[in-house]
């Protein structure tokens, strides 16, 4: 059973701050619980597909330099500033 | 027992692994190394370097690992600043054997067998300095310069017995990187470990932050010892991760609990399974330098060299190189002898050994001096000595000390005008030679063979 | 004018008949006209004058482009380096990428004129727009009426012929329901048929840039333009370039399924599907019901997998390398991103806490693997359909477009709006919606899809319906 604790603790883990509406908890459950449907199809047994590539389409080792990108609160020697960390 | 996460970046590629920005970011301008793809800006998508996939599984074969048949990439999720975005591209076994290399197994010299659990290819985050020290800092400063150069992570099993085994082991696997070329282990940062010790059945401890093979060993054996004393005092052991303080040489907890972080692993979708066909793996297994075993065998077979030199010579991928490039069918024996009696001699670790500035160039030419009987075997001790400790030109070194036999006979003829007494007396009673030869040898320094110097004086003296 | 299609109006633009500028000057006018539909978020400003530019080659009898002098509109989740791309979020405010993705080089070295930015709901989130953070498109049709989503921007404007055509993106019927829903052309390609480098993620593992147009034969000079591998994008490789304004050969007497699953219980959008269907046995085709088992299951799988990319993709908007301005002094790291990323709207987190949760340990078994697999047999299923059937026909929503705010506070009622069209995407076969009738004033799309890399196919065949349809 999943808790409302359950899902506030993975809105801080996502880095979301749910306090400004109340019902978060109760919508994403409403959602999981959506998905439970996934639990009578029978699939158990079956293989992931997924895309392929060959190593010869993959790209080549060369080095192409890019104009510099100007990020947000850069210090003059080019340094990111961002918060403290705790 | 010990096990090891060693995170190695493939140094000589000229691209990170997913962005054609340069691999080899040292020494630049902060943020001067980045592109819309490894700053992860949004619409930005992963392009796979394929030499840095082929390095890989180069290293994976030459760790006696089984390379998957489709090579599968993952995000591992969790917010950090040195991240651009916020997920780590790396690879998982989530879906079968999908990472570079698995179930490798590597040899040590004394017998023991040290399992590789898998390699990972994976990107490297970017560097985070801390404004006014790591504790209380005000501010951290990022660099993305790092973000994205190619890692391999190469975990092993806990398969250690002792913190040296362990250093060894890191000796090994930086010859090997070397030998393959696909990293400079010496440049900072390009080789890191991460340790896990566990005592008694116990919990195991991850140590992170160690900066030095030798620090390795260290911190390892601190970590044993801190373990056991608990254990004797019946204290349990806790499951945690810990990091090195190269200050004060022990292990601290860390603040960081990664034990709580959920990394949320999934398929990385940009990147399709990248299809390791028998061709294409065929193909990077010849591209395999000879292994040190296969070097070794011939060595003793084609120059003749003992066995014990040979893995003496395997064993020290410079000492190896030195020798490959100075050596002549006629010198090779002579070359090998020189690396592993002179100079292991006088410089006694491989740490040593690779910041010396002895060169190829210097061993062919004393080997050439020693082969053509221009100098003894002590002198070259004696040149190799000061080579190798403080760098410098052989015939400067040399100075004086080269004696072809006609300047031996020069001098030794001066001396025995100079002390005619001393000659007479010598050829009436053999033994008061040994006078003249400390004179002759005083003249030289050291320098000429006492031997030739015998000859020399036997063949004078009787005329 | 504006109501031509774009190969008319290439034809007129490059024989004099009338020129580039007098085109845009009269979209442009148009835009201003249909403000109050809320299509875009952004106005090219310079349109008139690229076009004057184009005229000016065209005079000189230099060689122009394919889509010389057409307006074409581009969903806001597209990046344009001229232009800002915000993906209707406060949280990229006013951010301009340093980039094109490569369908925008693409249009652009072939003339088209990017006339403005669409909008659409927050990160492609929605299938209604009205979760842009810069509010609601209106439907052209009725105004209470939402436009469909989440390229409603797109949708509204190629239907108020203010762009000929629009890009959108498809990752789940982001753009066959808004096509659907204002009664243009959509069409979701092959995965990996277009490049998505610049399309700002939602859900990269199943979804793709898709163009809107008054016609298909629009869809194809479109796709004829922006498809092909790229470079830029590892997931284009290995696909062929498919040639789409050649004539292909066809099966003589197709065969079509009708898919049972998608079957709509209003009975009013199953005659528009009935009517479809007659029209097609009529053109020779065998039409018969088939039965995917898997769509049962489509829509939980679908939102399992885009809301645990949705909130991998969104991770890296924490305000540090870009975003809007708020001063970090006093704040830890993880207390800053927090309170920066409170700018998402409340579907954006919804879904990001959803994907926070169903890849999570303990639980990636029990929702994320079994989506996983879901995904894998619906793609085996619809294989094997497409060695007995040539295309699969359904209504492109089950329901009628509904009002403003009737949904919106209830994400899974939503859900189930989705159950026609996320097939097409979890299985990553080309998909359009064609529009074919008109219930209570409100307009009626038909799907059909088709098996992978037969996107050109699928185009020539589809055009039984359309003609159809406006006889
Ligand atoms: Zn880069």
Same mark, same amino acid.
């Given at each position: 059973?999943?808790?409302?604790?359950?899902?506030?603790?993975?809105?801080?883990?996502?880095?979301?701050?749910?306090?400004?509406?109340?019902?978060?908890?109760?919508?994403?459950?409403?959602?999981?619980?959506?998905?439970?449907?996934?639990?009578?199809?029978?699939?158990?047994?079956?293989?992931?597909?997924?895309?392929?590539?060959?190593?010869?389409?993959?790209?080549?080792?060369?080095?192409?330099?890019?104009?510099?990108?100007?990020?947000?609160?850069?210090?003059?020697?080019?340094?990111?500033?961002?918060?403290?960390?705790? | 027992?010990?096990?090891?996460?060693?995170?190695?970046?493939?140094?000589?590629?000229?691209?990170?692994?997913?962005?054609?920005?340069?691999?080899?970011?040292?020494?630049?301008?902060?943020?001067?190394?980045?592109?819309? =793809?490894?700053?992860?800006?949004?619409?930005?998508?992963?392009?796979?370097?394929?030499?840095?996939?082929?390095?890989?599984?180069?290293?994976?074969?030459?760790?006696?690992?089984?390379?998957?048949?489709?090579?599968?990439?993952?995000?591992?999720?969790?917010?950090?600043?040195?991240?651009?975005?916020?997920?780590?591209?790396?690879?998982?076994?989530?879906?079968?054997?999908?990472?570079?290399?698995?179930?490798?197994?590597?040899?040590?010299?004394?017998?023991?067998?040290?399992?590789?659990?898998?390699?990972?290819?994976?990107? $490297?985050?970017?560097?985070?300095?801390?404004?006014?020290?790591?504790?209380?800092?005000?501010?951290?400063? =990022? $660099?993305?310069?790092?973000?994205? =150069?190619?890692?391999?992570?190469?975990?092993?099993?806990?398969?250690?017995?002792?913190?040296?085994?362990?250093?060894?082991?890191?000796?090994?696997?930086?010859?090997?990187?070397?030998?393959?070329?696909?990293? $400079?282990?010496?440049? $900072?940062?390009?080789?890191?470990?991460?340790?896990? =010790?566990?005592?008694?059945?116990?919990?195991?401890?991850?140590?992170?932050?160690?900066?030095?093979?030798? @620090?390795?060993?260290?911190?390892?054996?601190?970590?044993?010892?801190?373990?056991?004393?608990?254990?004797?005092?019946?204290?349990?052991?806790?499951?945690?991760?810990?990091?090195?303080?190269?200050?004060?040489?022990?292990?601290?907890?860390?603040?960081?609990?990664?034990?709580?972080?959920?990394?949320?692993?999934?398929?990385?979708?940009?990147?399709?399974?990248?299809?390791?066909?028998? @061709?294409?793996?065929?193909?990077?297994?010849?591209?395999?330098?000879?292994?040190?075993?296969?070097?070794?065998?011939?060595?003793?077979?084609?120059?003749?060299?003992?066995?014990?030199?040979?893995?003496?010579?395997?064993?020290?991928?410079?000492?190896?190189?030195?020798?490959?490039?100075?050596?002549?069918?006629?010198?090779?024996?002579?070359?090998?002898?020189?690396?592993?009696?002179?100079?292991?001699?006088?410089?006694?670790?491989?740490?040593?050994?690779?910041?010396?500035?002895?060169?190829?160039?210097?061993?062919?030419?004393?080997?050439?001096?020693?082969?053509?009987?221009?100098?003894?075997?002590?002198?070259?001790?004696?040149?190799?000595?000061?080579?190798?400790?403080?760098?410098?030109?052989?015939?400067?070194?040399?100075?004086?000390?080269?004696? @072809?036999?006609?300047?031996?006979?020069?001098?030794?003829?001066?001396?025995?005008?100079?002390?005619?007494?001393?000659?007479?007396?010598?050829?009436?009673?053999?033994?008061?030679?040994?006078?003249?030869?400390?004179?002759?040898?005083?003249?030289?320094?050291?320098?000429?063979?006492?031997?030739?110097?015998?000859?020399?004086?036997?063949?004078?003296?009787?005329? | 004018?504006?109501?031509?299609?774009?190969?008319?109006?290439?034809?007129?633009?490059?024989?004099?008949?009338?020129?580039?500028?007098?085109?845009?000057?009269?979209?442009?006018?148009?835009?201003?006209?249909?403000?109050?539909?809320?299509?875009?978020?952004?106005?090219?400003?310079?349109?008139?004058?690229?076009?004057?530019?184009?005229?000016?080659?065209?005079?000189?009898?230099?060689?122009?482009?394919?889509?010389?002098?057409?307006?074409?509109?581009?969903?806001?989740?597209?990046?344009?380096?001229?232009?800002?791309?915000?993906?209707?979020?406060?949280?990229?405010?006013?951010?301009?990428?340093?980039?094109?993705?490569?369908?925008?080089?693409?249009?652009?070295?072939?003339?088209?004129?990017?006339?403005?930015?669409?909008?659409?709901?927050?990160?492609?989130?929605?299938?209604?727009?009205?979760?842009?953070?810069?509010?609601?498109?209106?439907?052209?049709? &009725?105004?209470?009426?939402?436009?469909?989503?989440?390229?409603?921007?797109?949708?509204?404007?190629?239907?108020?012929?203010?762009?000929?055509?629009?890009?959108?993106?498809?990752?789940?019927?982001?753009?066959?329901?808004?096509?659907?829903?204002?009664?243009?052309?959509?069409?979701?390609?092959?995965?990996?048929?277009?490049?998505?480098? #610049?399309?700002?993620?939602?859900?990269?593992?199943?979804?793709?840039?898709?163009?809107?147009?008054?016609?298909?034969?629009?869809?194809?000079?479109?796709?004829?333009?922006?498809?092909?591998?790229?470079?830029?994008?590892?997931?284009?490789?290995?696909?062929?370039?498919?040639?789409?304004?050649?004539?292909?050969?066809?099966?003589?007497?197709?065969?079509?399924?009708?898919?049972?699953?998608?079957?709509?219980?209003? &009975?009013?959008?199953?005659?528009?599907?009935?009517?479809?269907?007659?029209?097609?046995?009529?053109?020779?085709?065998?039409?018969?019901?088939?039965?995917?088992?898997?769509?049962?299951?489509?829509?939980?799988?679908?939102?399992?997998?885009?809301?645990?990319?949705?909130?991998?993709?969104?991770?890296?908007?924490? &305000?540090?390398?870009?975003?809007?301005?708020?001063?970090?002094?006093?704040?830890?790291?993880?207390?800053?991103?927090?309170?920066?990323? *409170?700018?998402?709207?409340?579907?954006?987190?919804?879904?990001?806490?959803?994907?926070?949760?169903?890849?999570?340990?303990?639980?990636?078994?029990?929702?994320?693997?079994?989506?996983?697999?879901?995904?894998?047999?619906?793609?085996?299923?619809?294989?094997?359909?497409?060695?007995?059937?040539?295309?699969?026909?359904?209504?492109?929503?089950?329901?009628?477009?509904?009002?403003? #705010?009737?949904?919106?506070?209830?994400?899974?009622?939503?859900?189930?709006?989705?159950?026609?069209?996320?097939? *097409?995407?979890?299985?990553?076969?080309?998909?359009?919606?064609?529009?074919?009738?008109?219930?209570?004033?409100?307009?009626?799309?038909?799907?059909?899809?088709?098996?992978?890399?037969?996107?050109?196919?699928?185009?020539?065949?589809?055009?039984?319906?359309?003609?159809?349809?406006?006889?």
């Amino acid at each position: 059973m999943i808790t409302e604790d359950d899902i506030r603790h993975v809105a801080a883990m996502m880095r979301l701050d749910i306090s400004d509406k109340d019902d978060y908890a109760e919508k994403v459950k409403g959602m999981l619980e959506y998905f439970d449907v996934l639990d009578s199809a029978d699939i158990l047994e079956e293989d992931i597909l997924v895309q392929e590539i060959n190593i010869s389409n993959l790209r080549d080792d060369e080095h192409v330099s890019h104009s510099s990108i100007q990020c947000k609160s850069q210090n003059k020697r080019g340094h990111l500033r961002v918060p403290r960390l705790g | 027992m010990i096990g090891l996460e060693i995170h190695c970046q493939l140094t000589r590629l000229h691209s990170k692994l997913f962005c054609p920005c340069k691999a080899d970011y040292r020494g630049m301008e902060p943020n001067s190394n980045t592109c819309p =793809v490894c700053l992860g800006l949004p619409g930005t998508l992963p392009l796979l370097n394929s030499r840095a996939v082929r390095q890989g599984a180069a290293l994976a074969i030459s760790l006696n690992c089984t390379p998957p048949e489709r090579l599968a990439f993952f995000r591992k999720n969790y917010f950090y600043p040195d991240l651009p975005k916020n997920y780590q591209i790396t690879q998982f076994d989530a879906y079968g054997d999908t990472s570079i290399g698995s179930n490798g197994i590597i040899r040590m010299d004394d017998g023991a067998e040290i399992r590789i659990r898998r390699i990972q290819l994976e990107e $490297d985050p970017g560097r985070l300095i801390y404004e006014g020290g790591s504790d209380g800092h005000q501010n951290t400063l =990022v $660099d993305y310069n790092r973000a994205g =150069v190619p890692l391999l992570e190469i975990v092993t099993e806990p398969d250690f017995d002792s913190p040296r085994q362990a250093r060894t082991f890191m000796n090994i696997l930086a010859d090997t990187v070397k030998n393959l070329g696909i990293a $400079d282990p010496h440049l $900072d940062g390009a080789m890191r470990a991460d340790g896990n =010790v566990s005592v008694h059945g116990g919990s195991k401890v991850e140590i992170k932050n160690i900066n030095s093979f030798h @620090d390795l060993e260290k911190a390892l054996h601190y970590e044993m010892t801190r373990q056991n004393s608990l254990h004797e005092n019946n204290i349990t052991i806790q499951q945690e991760t810990r990091h090195w303080d190269d200050r004060r040489r022990i292990t601290i907890p860390s603040r960081t609990k990664e034990a709580e972080l959920d990394y949320r692993y999934f398929l990385e979708a940009d990147i399709p399974w990248v299809v390791l066909d028998i @061709d294409a793996m065929q193909e990077i297994a010849n591209s395999i330098p000879e292994s040190t075993t296969a070097r070794r065998d011939r060595y003793i077979k084609q120059y003749g060299i003992k066995p014990q030199v040979a893995s003496a010579l395997m064993a020290d991928t410079h000492c190896c190189h030195l020798f490959e490039e100075a050596l002549t069918p006629d010198t090779a024996l002579i070359i090998a002898n020189i690396l592993t009696t002179d100079f292991m001699g006088v410089m006694d670790t491989r740490e040593k050994r690779a910041a010396s500035q002895l060169n190829a160039e210097h061993l062919s030419r004393l080997a050439a001096l020693l082969n053509d009987n221009k100098i003894t075997r002590a002198v070259a001790k004696d040149v190799l000595y000061k080579i190798a400790k403080k760098g410098g030109d052989i015939e400067d070194v040399l100075d004086a000390k080269i004696f @072809d036999s006609s300047k031996l006979y020069e001098i030794i003829s001066d001396v025995l005008k100079r002390e005619p007494t001393a000659a007479a007396e010598a050829r009436i009673n053999p033994p008061a030679i040994n006078y003249l030869v400390g004179i002759v040898m005083r003249e030289t320094r050291g320098g000429a063979n006492p031997q030739d110097v015998l000859g020399i004086l036997g063949e004078l003296l009787n005329r | 004018m504006l109501e031509q299609t774009a190969t008319s109006l290439v034809d007129m633009i490059s024989s004099g008949e009338t020129t580039a500028e007098y085109v845009i000057e009269q979209t442009i006018k148009q835009i201003e006209d249909t403000s109050q539909i809320h299509a875009f978020l952004h106005v090219n400003k310079g349109a008139v004058q690229q076009a004057k530019e184009i005229d000016r080659r065209i005079k000189e009898g230099r060689r122009v482009g394919r889509l010389a002098g057409i307006p074409v509109s581009i969903k806001d989740n597209i990046c344009t380096k001229q232009y800002p791309t915000t993906c209707a979020s406060r949280m990229l405010d006013g951010y301009t990428p340093p980039y094109d993705a490569t369908v925008i080089r693409r249009l652009l070295d072939e003339d088209a004129i990017i006339i403005g930015k669409t909008n659409m709901d927050e990160f492609a989130m929605g299938l209604s727009t009205e979760f842009s953070a810069y509010g609601p498109t209106l439907n052209p049709h &009725n105004p209470d009426i939402v436009p469909g989503g989440s390229s409603g921007g797109s949708a509204a404007s190629v239907a108020t012929h203010t762009s000929t055509i629009s890009l959108g993106s498809d990752t789940g019927g982001s753009v066959r329901n808004p096509a659907s829903f204002c009664g243009v052309v959509g069409f979701k390609p092959t995965y990996g048929m277009i490049s998505r480098y #610049g399309l700002i993620s939602y859900a990269n593992s199943i979804e793709q840039i898709g163009p809107m147009a008054k016609s298909i034969s629009d869809i194809s000079l479109c796709m004829s333009v922006i498809a092909g591998p790229d470079r830029n994008d590892n997931t284009t490789a290995g696909l062929t370039s498919v040639l789409f304004t050649d004539t292909h050969d066809v099966a003589k007497n197709p065969k079509v399924g009708i898919v049972r699953q998608m079957a709509s219980n209003d &009975n009013r959008i199953q005659n528009v599907l009935d009517k479809a269907v007659e029209r097609l046995s009529a053109h020779g085709c065998t039409c018969e019901e088939v039965s995917l088992e898997m769509v049962d299951y489509s829509v939980a799988a679908y939102y399992t997998i885009t809301s645990t990319e949705a909130a991998s993709n969104l991770a890296r908007y924490d &305000n540090i390398r870009y975003g809007y301005n708020m001063d970090h002094t006093g704040y830890e790291y993880h207390q800053y991103i927090t309170k920066a990323r *409170a700018m998402f709207g409340a579907e954006v987190k919804r879904r990001i806490i959803a994907g926070g949760f169903v890849p999570s340990a303990g639980y990636a078994g029990r929702y994320f693997l079994k989506a996983l697999k879901v995904k894998s047999r619906l793609t085996r299923e619809i294989d094997k359909m497409f060695e007995s059937y040539d295309y699969l026909i359904s209504v492109t929503v089950p329901i009628l477009p509904f009002r403003m #705010g009737e949904k919106v506070d209830d994400p899974v009622s939503m859900f189930l709006v989705d159950m026609n069209t996320v097939t *097409a995407n979890l299985t990553g076969k080309p998909a359009i919606s064609i529009p074919y009738g008109m219930v209570d004033g409100l307009p009626v799309g038909v799907q059909m899809m088709a098996n992978t890399t037969e996107d050109a196919k699928l185009l020539q065949f589809a055009q039984i319906l359309e003609e159809g349809h406006t006889q």
